[in-house]
């Protein structure tokens, strides 16, 4: 029997350990923190919201014991601001499928000890670059999915395929529970997102946390110098929550009285920081002249605009287990590394990675014809109009970016699809969508409400579901 090592205890890591235990691999997984330090004394790492295509493989291997309790959701609500305090257009777009956010810190609770009594070894171990080396001298192959932590040094920036070498948003994250699981008029549960094009973005996402349970994550992308960056001397979960009512109160009042009352989840619920959105080549070099092989995060860094990590880190570790089973018994060099990698990377990295770093530039000309074409959708599932489908595609790409972001680069694609979907030609289904949004940037310019689509009579209250 090969025998595998893991370095790291997050989502992509014990989601291999689990496959490569399953496909009969002798597995031993690495940890820096027991699965009792990391329920009660850690912070989360990110908000790692699944979408379907990634939770395939947490269901093959049965992983997902809160299916019956967490708060599935079913797309996403847009609100578009060219300029603070604009509501230019809205978008709500269904998925075929629910995501589910859960608190990362019961997961890997969770995942940990189940490895364990399924007949995999864990060992609490901060690993060293020493002990690295000890480590893949003693196994077939070593991974590592330490995240974005010390060891990610090992592994070579891509310079030809990271588009940033410095951040592009000044990030922060609490978890928070208080606000209703839905919102008046949107028939679903859906991450409420607001697109402030001068100061960032801010999202609002459902999410299974390790106490409170249904609740809410919510994230800001702020701008470097920006309105919304306003959280680097934040120094815990009460004060990223004050700076981010006050945010909400300044910048996106029309959601300040859903989120006035919220309260922190836990006292570690909560991250403050900023990274440059990077790929990696997937080769590390020891010491010894052994060789080790980048998993998730470290691997690609991805910034959380587009709700990619998580996802990208499960097809990654499916993609890995897949190429290890079809090795057989022969060595896994360098080689066989890179030729792994490049194997997700031509069939999900790319278009991940290009996706997510569209949601951090001015929306493309293509992207701009889609929002407008779409205008007028709100939510319905059976909504079958021409608008409701081009905006529950643009959702479903987050499940699946293979399927939109070729056309958010290119008008000429994009046009057809438009024209496809709709049944009628793009200029006509741009300029339905463009009436409607004309008529509430009048109504705003006479310094009233925008009238954006809604459900006239959906209450809140109706939105949560607890079970896919």
């Known amino acids: 029997m090969r025998s595998i090592a893991i370095i790291g205890s997050g989502q992509a890591g014990l989601l291999a350990a689990h496959a490569l235990l399953k496909?009969?691999?002798?597995?031993?997984?690495?940890?820096?923190r027991t699965p009792e330090q990391w329920l009660h004394e850690s912070r989360p790492t990110g908000t790692a919201t699944r979408f379907d295509l990634s939770l395939q493989l947490e269901y093959e291997l049965d992983l997902n014991s809160w299916v019956d309790d967490a708060p599935w959701g079913d797309g996403?609500?847009?609100?578009?601001?060219?300029?603070?305090?604009?509501?230019?257009?809205?978008?709500?777009?269904?998925?075929?499928?629910?995501?589910?956010?859960?608190?990362?810190?019961?997961?890997?609770?969770?995942?940990?000890?189940?490895?364990?009594?399924?007949?995999?070894?864990?060992?609490?171990?901060?690993?060293?670059?020493?002990?690295?080396?000890?480590?893949?001298?003693?196994?077939?192959?070593?991974?590592?999915?330490?995240?974005?932590?010390?060891?990610?040094?090992?592994?070579?920036?891509?310079?030809?395929?990271?588009v940033y070498d410095k951040p592009q948003r000044h990030l922060a994250m609490v978890c928070v529970k208080g606000p209703p699981l839905g919102f008046d008029g949107i028939p679903m549960l859906p991450v409420k997102l607001n697109l402030l094009a001068p100061a960032g973005e801010a999202f609002w996402v459902p999410y299974f946390h390790k106490d409170a349970g249904a609740s809410w994550n919510l994230l800001f992308e702020a701008r470097p110098g920006g309105p919304m960056d306003r959280f680097e001397g934040a120094k815990s979960a009460a004060q990223v929550l004050e700076i981010g009512k006050e945010v909400i109160r300044d910048l996106i009042p029309w959601d300040y009285e859903w989120v006035k009352d919220a309260q922190a989840s836990d006292p570690n619920g909560w991250l403050v920081g900023k990274f440059a959105p990077t790929v990696r080549k997937p080769v590390g070099v020891l010491p010894s002249g052994r060789v080790v092989m980048a998993l998730g995060d470290t691997a690609m860094s991805l910034d959380p605009i587009g709700g990619q990590g998580a996802n990208n880190g499960n097809k990654m570790a499916r993609n890995l287990v897949e190429c290890i089973v079809a090795h057989e018994g022969r060595a896994f060099d360098a080689e066989w590394m890179t030729e792994t990698f490049e194997r997700f990377y031509q069939r999900h990295g790319h278009a991940t990675y290009t996706f997510n770093n569209l949601l951090l530039e001015p929306m493309t000309a293509a992207g701009r014809d889609l929002l407008i074409a779409q205008y007028g959708s709100d939510g319905r599932f059976d909504n079958h109009s021409g608008r409701q489908?081009?905006?529950?595609?643009?959702?479903?790409?987050?499940?699946?970016?293979?399927?939109?972001?070729?056309?958010?680069?290119?008008?000429?694609?994009?046009?057809?699809?438009?024209?496809?979907?709709?049944?009628?030609?793009w200029l006509r289904a741009m300029a339905g969508g463009g009436l409607g949004i004309a008529r509430e940037e009048l109504r705003q310019l006479s310094g009233q409400a925008p009238r954006h689509p809604l459900v006239q009579g959906f209450k809140k209250e109706n939105a949560f579901r607890k079970a896919a």
């Open 23 to 32: 496909a009969g691999y002798r597995v031993t997984l690495f940890s820096d």
């Open 76 to 162: 996403f609500h847009i609100t578009f601001c060219p300029m603070l305090g604009n509501r230019m257009l809205t978008l709500t777009g269904r998925l075929r499928r629910p995501f589910v956010a859960i608190d990362l810190r019961l997961q890997s609770h969770q995942w940990m000890r189940t490895l364990e009594a399924r007949g995999g070894k864990v060992v609490i171990e901060s690993v060293t670059l020493q002990r690295l080396d000890e480590i893949a001298a003693a196994h077939d192959l070593t991974v590592v999915a330490a995240g974005r932590a010390e060891l990610c040094r090992l592994f070579e920036r891509d310079a030809e395929r990271s």
């Open 389 to 425: 489908l081009l905006a529950n595609a643009f959702a479903e790409n987050f499940n699946d970016p293979n399927l939109l972001t070729p056309m958010l680069v290119d008008p000429r694609k994009m046009h057809e699809f438009i024209a496809q979907t709709t049944g009628q030609s």
